[in-house]
């Protein structure tokens, strides 16, 4: 087992254990989730830069970028060199192909702040699930050195499943060509912490 495998793994048990001893976070946290996060992790590239892909740029779809920008919880301050974990769905809706492991996120990928907060991910525009009305979203996690936190998702303000909720946030599509551009800022908030 190599340094990072067993940084992961002893990560992922040691959240278990703390979760388990304590029945309210428990149930507030999501264990077959967070191992699969940790998983995940151990597939992250030895070097990050501010641009990544999370579709291979081989993959069916139309083409997006995501212009990015990590801020702290005051709204200004950037959050400087955090990784940040970026995974969605394909164009038919699907995280995995048939058979695969449930978490196992086949489009995902990671990125690397600058100095000013800021990352950039190119991909596709993913789908909704299918038989469901949840809106296309693009799932972010942000690691930091106090921690890491969640996102509920980016969401496109041109998708009809958009709830009213959801809507101020949503991210306004932008077309360039044939290309699909968004902004998006992650204020990361001690609530977020997991």
Not at 26 to 44: C, M, N, P, V
Not at 162 to 172: E, G, I, L, S
Request: charged fraction near 25%; aromatic fraction near 8%; hydrophobic fraction near 40%.
């Amino acid at each position: 087992m190599n340094r990072r495998a067993f940084i992961v793994t002893t990560t992922a048990v040691l959240a278990t254990v703390k979760f388990a001893g304590n029945p309210r976070l428990a149930g507030a946290q999501d264990l077959e989730f967070i191992a699969a996060l940790e998983r995940a992790q151990s597939a992250r590239p030895a070097h990050l830069t501010t641009t990544a892909r999370i579709a291979p740029e081989t993959e069916p779809g139309d083409p997006l970028v995501v212009h990015g920008r990590a801020v702290m919880e005051d709204g200004t301050t950037p959050a400087a060199n955090a990784v940040v974990f970026a995974y969605h769905t394909d164009r038919e809706g699907h995280y995995d192909r048939p058979g695969a492991p449930a978490h196992s996120w086949r489009l995902k990928g990671w990125a690397l702040t600058d100095a000013n907060g800021r990352f950039e991910f190119r991909t596709i525009r993913p789908a909704p699930y299918p038989q469901r009305n949840t809106a296309a979203h693009i799932h972010l996690n942000i690691f930091v050195a106090d921690g890491r936190r969640y996102f509920d998702g980016l969401v496109f303000d041109d998708d009809p499943l958009v709830t009213a909720a959801d809507r101020p946030t949503a991210c306004h599509v932008r077309h360039e060509g044939s290309v699909q551009h968004v902004d998006y800022v992650l204020r990361l908030k001690d609530k977020n912490k997991f």
